[in-house]
Every structure is written in structure tokens, then in C-alpha cells.
């Protein structure tokens, strides 16, 4: 068994940043609300940047939006806007900074119908990439198709966060809830 080509390959000095990411986290489920949450916001600020711009600021954005706390988000005021858009550990962009908070006040929205965010993809799946990608741009901002496509890949909704002969690929397998196995 091997890695994914993209980390076999990789120069040293990126491979340490992504061979984490890629090992203990991307494709694996994610079974709470703020962490899914946080993997979101980190996908959309990836929007025509590198993922490794974004691992690199990972613990910026974690700290700048409150370690991912939807609640604290969704309650931001324009001064908190602010505080963000000046936040060089981030990305500073106002569209992403505002799908952020907006999308907080979708999930506490969410949470209240169905009890949790996981709980709301766990509804909707399974379905195909078009099908998440239309749902996703009823109920959030800035969630284009290859936002919600690697988010969904990252948080094991969606095939392909590794190929099958990749050493990671049958970790995530064991991972996976009953539910998403039978479906």
C-alpha cells in the first residue's frame, strides 16, 4: 500500500503540512457540529487559493472565528466584521467572511429542525454531487461545486479523499458510521 500520488510526490517541506491533514483527517467523518462547521468555513476560504495556504493558517481561523463555534459566529456584529476583515491570519475577504457568518445563523437554523448539522446530512444523504451542490446553494453562501464537492470528499459524504489502493483508503472505511455504510 501507498499514499495518494499528491503526497508521494510532494517536496519535503509540503509534505510534513499535508501528509497530517491527509492521514488524519481528510475523508474521515466528523461527528461534531463545530468541527464541521470549521472544515466549511476552511473550504471556502481555499476558493481560488492553495489547501496549503489554508493549513497554514488553520490555527488563525480557528481563533479568529471563536474555535469554530457556530453559536459565537452566528451572533457576530458588523464590529466583529471588522475584526476579521483586519486579521492577517485569515483570509480577508469580505464575501468569505460574510458566508461565514451567515452560514452559522443557516447551521443554528439547522440545528434547531433537525437537532444537530450532522444530523441535517445525514437526512440528505445519499446523493449525488449535482443534487448536494443544489441543496447546498439553497441553504448556505458561497457554496459553488468544488466547495461543496471537497468539503463533502473531506468529511467522507462524498468518494474520492483518497484512492482505494492509498493505505489511508481502509482507515476510513473502518471510520464510517452504520448509516453511511448501508446507504
Not at 456584529?77 to 467572511?97: F, P, Q, S, T, Y
Not at 444530523?119 to 448556505?140: I, R
Not at 462524498?158 to 482505494?164: D, E, Q, R, V
Request: hydrophobic letters at 40%.
Amino acid at each position: 500500500m501507498s499514499y495518494c500520488s499528491a503526497i508521494e510526490f510532494m517536496a519535503d517541506e509540503k509534505k510534513i503540512l499535508h501528509k497530517n491533514y491527509h492521514d488524519n483527517h481528510y475523508g474521515f467523518p466528523i461527528n461534531d457540529d463545530n468541527e464541521l462547521f470549521g472544515r466549511l468555513i476552511m473550504e471556502i476560504n481555499q476558493a481560488g487559493l492553495s489547501w496549503e495556504t489554508i493549513l497554514k493558517k488553520e490555527d488563525g481561523f480557528r481563533k479568529a472565528y471563536h474555535n469554530f463555534n457556530i453559536r459565537k459566529v452566528a451572533a457576530y456584529a458588523e464590529k466583529d466584521r471588522g475584526r476579521l476583515l483586519a486579521d492577517a491570519n485569515i483570509i480577508r475577504n469580505r464575501l468569505k467572511v460574510n458566508a461565514a457568518i451567515e452560514n452559522a445563523k443557516a447551521i443554528v437554523a439547522l440545528q434547531k429542525e433537525f437537532g444537530s448539522f450532522q444530523k441535517w446530512l445525514e437526512h440528505h444523504h445519499p446523493k449525488t454531487k449535482d443534487e448536494w451542490v443544489k441543496l447546498f446553494k439553497q441553504t448556505f453562501k458561497f457554496t459553488g461545486g468544488e466547495i461543496v464537492n471537497e468539503f463533502l470528499m473531506s468529511i467522507g459524504f462524498l468518494p474520492g479523499a483518497h484512492t482505494t489502493d492509498c493505505k489511508i483508503y481502509k482507515r476510513i472505511l473502518k471510520a464510517k458510521p452504520m448509516w453511511a455504510k448501508t446507504k
